[in-house]
Structure formats: C-alpha cells, structure tokens
C-alpha cells in the first residue's frame, strides 16, 4: 500500500497560518478516525502533535489544529513562530491492520 | 519520566541478521501496544511492525514479512525486533515507539546500515 501524500515543502511568515493537506484513500483516512501528526526537528526523534484527527497531547500549543474531510487530513498551524519549523509527518490506521505514513512536509518560517 | 532507550544497531552485510532491543522504562510496558517505526538517512518514516500488549498478535508492513519479527518481554519491559535476510533497503534508524496509531513517546532511534 502507497504512503499517504503530502506536500514536499510548505512556508509561512512568522504569525501567520500554514496548512498542511495529506491524502489517502477509503482504506485509511477515509475510513478511521486514526490519523496522527507529528513534528521532527533535524537529528531528533518525531514528536506527537496531534492524535485522533483533532486532539492534542498535554503540552501541545493550541496552535496546532488539525482536521479530516473523506480522504483528506490536513494540519494547521496558527501564528507561526521559528520553532514550529521543521518536518511533519502524518500516519493513518489502514486495513484493520496497518500503519501508513505521509511522505512528509518540510516546513519553512520565512 | 517515560524513557524507550534502542540498542543493537550497527553495520551488518545484506542477507545477514540484527537482534535490536528496546528497553522501557517509567510507564506500565505490559499495558502497551508498541512499534516499531524506521526512517532511512534523509528520508520519511516507515511503519515496520506492532505488537499487541500481551504478545498474542503482531503486524508488519509487507515488505519485512517473513524476514522481521517483532517480540517483547514484559517482565524485563523490553521490546525486540529479530531482522534477518537483512537487505540494502533495511539501512535505517529504528525507532521504539509506545503505541501504533498514536506514537507518544520514542526513544532516540538506533541505527541499522546494511552493507558489503
């Protein structure tokens, strides 16, 4: 089974608000409400940002919103700050069975 | 405080085998699925495999069925990934990961190079 598609690259400037989509199928997104994100900054472990479409784990700055409609999932960050840069990746439940990630999204902060 | 801390990994020749270790600490192991999860130099994450708390069932991505098995040891808190028939497309950091649709905590990552 392919990896979920998501856009190579994304930016944004400092405040401002970027999305980032990530597409399936009926198999995974369109049929769970399993669909994680997480953030990784260069030579560290990724970090959970949002888990269950829409939730957030404790520490988790609210900017961080997320969102799914049929096969498509999409992440948002509000009011962008210099940290928020890095690598995003998106995972989804597929097949009863499996775990599938996005090819992931280099953020930039202009 | 939670802590997955990987060992195990290293330089190994294709068609060879890798025992990597996964040692928990500061949470209740034996109530968690848990994962296996890779990502090659430079590129994205990969599923590899997940087993349920108990150890009664586990789930691979298919291109390592067959070759990868993935184990744990709740009295020790301790996950294992048996690799053999290693190939040059296994070459990667393998992260322990608490869970499977939801990865809340991973370790630091051990790496994997398979090469002549």
């Known amino acids: 089974q392919s990896a979920l598609t998501q856009p190579p690259s994304a930016s944004g400037s400092p405040g401002q608000s970027v999305t980032i989509s990530c597409t399936g199928s009926?198999?995974?997104?369109?049929?769970?409400?399993?669909v994680s994100w997480y953030q990784q900054h260069p030579g560290k472990a990724p970090k959970l940002i949002l888990y269950?479409?829409?939730r957030r784990p404790s520490g988790v700055p609210d900017r961080f919103s997320g969102s799914k409609s049929g096969t498509t999932a999409s992440l948002t960050v509000s009011g962008l700050q210099a940290e928020d840069e890095g690598d995003y990746y998106c995972s989804s439940y597929a097949d009863g069975t499996k775990l599938l990630f996005g090819g992931g999204t280099k953020l930039t902060v202009l | 405080e939670v802590q997955l801390v990987e060992s195990g990994g290293g330089l190994v020749q294709p068609g060879g085998s890798r025992r990597l270790s996964c040692a928990a600490s500061?949470?209740?192991?034996?109530?968690?699925?848990m994962s296996w999860v890779r990502q090659a130099l430079g590129k994205g994450l990969e599923w590899v495999a997940t087993?349920?708390?108990?150890?009664?069932?586990?789930f691979y991505v298919d291109s390592v069925k067959g070759r990868f098995t993935i184990s744990r040891d709740n009295a020790k808190n301790s996950l294992f990934l048996q690799m053999n028939s290693l190939r040059d497309e296994d070459s990667a950091s393998y992260y322990c990961v608490n869970g499977m649709t939801a990865g809340a905590y991973w370790g630091q990552g051990t790496r994997v190079t398979v090469s002549s």
């Open positions: 269950e479409v829409t």
């Open positions: 500061g949470y209740t192991f034996s109530d968690n699925w």
């Open positions: 009926t198999s995974d997104i369109g049929n769970y409400k399993y």
């Open positions: 087993i349920k708390p108990d150890g009664s069932q586990t």
